[in-house]
């Protein structure tokens, strides 16, 4: 592949929207010192800035209880103290997700995930705003006004997977989408009471959801809306969205009679085989595609994506995940506001701890702190100053981005070969001829890949026979396999231009960093 590019085009200045934020399984994890020691890495080395997660108010928190001996409501904010705290320490602040129900407070027994999340209404409204009341006036009072003003408040988490219309057994909101409008208008209410200046949003919802209903609904009751908040990963149509034949198995699974074994045999290959196919139904740059309609349904309003990720198993956690998340954002500069990847660590208790060191978790580094290939995505990205290019090279299963960095008098090209899975992608190479005019160039560059075969610490994993549990040397080794490395890449110069040449396995990435004179 051949691109020409002038050094001299319109440079635009961004904002690193993939840094706003980044997502954890749910609260009582962020106690653990392996949990902390990841997420201070994971600040200091790419940037995140916001922590989001689920389970505030679950009852491991011992957020909210009753008294054994009278009908008295009992609060601690201690554990919830001890996670603010820590993230104030190493310089990051809370997006607060507000959720999910304590058990003195739940309107049925409807739960969620391992550690039995409580997914229903509050039995008592007033109750609820009292309690939120309670919540938001400790944090203005232990960490001052301005600061808590600078945080974020995300009403409860995909209220579209409800009772009626979601995934039966597999849903995080127990009532419909009318009954989460009345959540949000009781919540956001009680909050903008205690100060009007905080910032509150949702719908949180899976799939880019309903953000017109939400947009709405608080025009027509008069409600504050600081943000519009959504999810999406690009195999949302397993949920039951998206391509016409989609099929929601979930709900289909817990309707169907058990006893019939036969029919429960036949949805399940046909599950499998549904599963196994369904990124022939994914396009190249999907949530991008996603982002651009959500952002005019925003109208307006900052658009936060406070969970995306890839979503494909061992496959997220190797170059094709990598790729994904390289491409994914750049092509949404100027589009999202702000996004926050699910997650940082596969210190993840969803289906209960994972055993397994690769096993296709959410994590950016396994549960012993391996760095993945999407890791390394990140990192390179963090390295990338706040201005770029305007002009965007591309061709067929390429994307070439270039950024000016005055800070260290560079020039950064960030060169990404991507495609979905089970689509045909092949490696190319790549010759770029710049055509630099007043700018000198040096006679080399620096190239960092990830690929196959480099910053890649699955391939290593697998080459050990995919080790359950790790001894202490196969983890270094993993560690090791994981670094990225520097390559020299040769600079050709002439009067007028500096060309180069490098190779872009399938799903690879590489950063080029060129010096100026």
């Given at each position: 592949?051949?691109?020409?590019?002038?050094?001299?085009?319109?440079?635009?200045?961004?904002?690193?929207?993939?840094?706003f934020s980044?997502?954890?399984?749910?609260?009582?994890?962020?106690l653990r010192?392996d949990?902390?020691?990841?997420?201070?890495?994971?600040?200091s080395?790419?940037?995140?800035?916001?922590?989001?997660?689920?389970?505030?108010?679950?009852?491991?928190?011992?957020?909210?209880?009753?008294s054994?001996?009278?009908?008295?409501?009992?609060?601690?904010?201690a554990?919830?103290?001890?996670?603010?705290d820590?993230?104030l320490?190493?310089?990051?602040?809370?997006?607060?997700e507000?959720?999910?129900?304590?058990?003195?407070?739940?309107s049925?027994?409807e739960?969620?995930?391992?550690?039995?999340?409580?997914?229903t209404?509050?039995?008592d409204?007033?109750?609820?705003?009292?309690?939120i009341?309670?919540?938001?006036?400790?944090?203005i009072e232990?960490y001052?006004?301005?600061?808590?003003?600078?945080?974020?408040?995300?009403?409860?988490?995909?209220?579209?997977?409800?009772?009626?219309?979601g995934l039966?057994?597999?849903?995080?909101?127990?009532?419909?989408?009318q009954?989460?409008?009345?959540?949000?208008r009781?919540?956001?209410?009680?909050?903008?009471?205690?100060?009007?200046?905080?910032?509150?949003?949702?719908?949180?919802?899976?799939n880019?959801?309903?953000?017109p209903?939400?947009?709405?609904?608080?025009?027509k009751?008069g409600?504050?809306l600081d943000f519009?908040?959504?999810?999406h990963?690009?195999?949302d149509?397993?949920?039951?969205?998206?391509?016409?034949?989609?099929?929601?198995?979930?709900k289909e699974?817990?309707?169907?009679?058990?006893?019939?074994?036969d029919k429960?045999?036949?949805l399940?290959?046909?599950?499998?085989?549904?599963?196994?196919?369904?990124?022939e139904?994914?396009?190249?740059?999907?949530?991008?595609?996603?982002?651009?309609?959500?952002?005019?349904?925003?109208?307006?309003l900052p658009?936060?994506?406070?969970?995306?990720?890839?979503l494909?198993g061992?496959?997220?956690?190797?170059?094709?995940g990598?790729?994904?998340?390289?491409?994914?954002?750049l092509?949404?500069?100027?589009?999202?506001?702000g996004?926050?990847?699910?997650?940082?660590?596969d210190i993840v208790?969803?289906?209960?701890?994972?055993s397994?060191e690769f096993h296709?978790?959410?994590?950016?580094?396994?549960?012993?702190?391996?760095?993945k290939?999407?890791?390394r995505?990140?990192?390179l990205?963090?390295?990338?100053?706040?201005?770029?290019y305007?002009?965007?090279?591309?061709e067929d299963?390429?994307?070439?981005?270039l950024?000016?960095?005055?800070?260290d008098?560079?020039?950064?090209?960030v060169?990404v070969?991507?495609?979905s899975?089970?689509h045909e992608?092949d490696?190319?190479e790549?010759?770029?001829?710049?055509?630099?005019?007043?700018?000198?160039?040096?006679?080399?560059?620096?190239?960092?890949r990830?690929?196959?075969r480099?910053?890649?610490?699955?391939?290593?994993?697998?080459?050990?026979?995919?080790?359950t549990?790790?001894?202490q040397a196969?983890?270094?080794?993993?560690?090791?396999?994981?670094e990225?490395?520097r390559?020299t890449?040769?600079v050709?110069?002439?009067?007028?231009?500096?060309?180069?040449?490098?190779?872009?396995?399938?799903?690879?990435?590489?950063m080029?960093?060129l010096?100026?004179?």
């Amino acid at each position: 592949m051949n691109f020409s590019f002038d050094l001299s085009e319109k440079i635009v200045d961004y904002s690193k929207h993939w840094e706003f934020s980044v997502g954890s399984c749910h609260a009582a994890l962020a106690l653990r010192e392996d949990y902390r020691r990841q997420l201070k890495e994971a600040h200091s080395r790419l940037g995140f800035r916001y922590l989001r997660f689920h389970g505030l108010f679950h009852d491991d928190m011992s957020v909210l209880s009753r008294s054994l001996f009278s009908s008295e409501y009992l609060l601690s904010f201690a554990n919830i103290d001890n996670i603010y705290d820590f993230l104030l320490s190493i310089g990051m602040k809370p997006f607060v997700e507000i959720g999910f129900m304590p058990e003195c407070l739940k309107s049925g027994n409807e739960t969620i995930f391992h550690y039995k999340a409580n997914i229903t209404p509050p039995k008592d409204k007033d109750i609820w705003v009292w309690f939120i009341k309670q919540f938001i006036s400790h944090l203005i009072e232990r960490y001052g006004r301005d600061e808590v003003r600078s945080w974020y408040f995300e009403i409860w988490n995909e209220p579209n997977l409800d009772g009626e219309n979601g995934l039966a057994g597999g849903r995080f909101w127990s009532g419909t989408m009318q009954d989460y409008y009345e959540l949000y208008r009781i919540t956001v209410t009680a909050i903008k009471e205690i100060d009007p200046c905080l910032r509150v949003g949702g719908p949180a919802t899976s799939n880019n959801a309903h953000i017109p209903d939400m947009i709405e609904f608080c025009n027509k009751n008069g409600l504050p809306l600081d943000f519009i908040s959504t999810h999406h990963y690009p195999t949302d149509v397993v949920l039951g969205y998206g391509v016409e034949d989609s099929k929601n198995f979930v709900k289909e699974f817990n309707s169907t009679d058990k006893s019939d074994l036969d029919k429960i045999h036949k949805l399940l290959k046909h599950y499998m085989t549904f599963q196994a196919d369904i990124w022939e139904k994914v396009d190249r740059g999907v949530l991008t595609e996603m982002a651009r309609r959500a952002k005019e349904e925003a109208q307006g309003l900052p658009l936060f994506y406070t969970e995306w990720s890839s979503l494909a198993g061992l496959q997220t956690d190797g170059e094709f995940g990598a790729s994904f998340i390289a491409k994914t954002v750049l092509d949404n500069i100027g589009i999202v506001d702000g996004c926050s990847y699910w997650t940082f660590s596969d210190i993840v208790e969803e289906k209960s701890m994972a055993s397994v060191e690769f096993h296709g978790g959410f994590g950016l580094s396994t549960m012993h702190g391996i760095k993945k290939a999407p890791y390394r995505a990140f990192e390179l990205l963090h390295r990338l100053p706040a201005k770029m290019y305007e002009n965007v090279l591309r061709e067929d299963t390429v994307d070439v981005y270039l950024f000016p960095d005055d800070r260290d008098n560079t020039v950064k090209i960030v060169a990404v070969n991507h495609h979905s899975l089970m689509h045909e992608i092949d490696t190319r190479e790549v010759a770029l001829t710049l055509r630099s005019g007043s700018v000198k160039l040096m006679e080399r560059a620096d190239l960092y890949r990830i690929d196959k075969r480099h910053a890649n610490a699955i391939e290593t994993w697998m080459q050990l026979g995919s080790p359950t549990y790790l001894t202490q040397a196969q983890q270094h080794t993993l560690e090791a396999a994981s670094e990225l490395t520097r390559e020299t890449l040769p600079v050709e110069l002439h009067e007028e231009s500096a060309a180069i040449r490098f190779e872009l396995p399938p799903q690879g990435m590489a950063m080029i960093v060129l010096y100026r004179l």
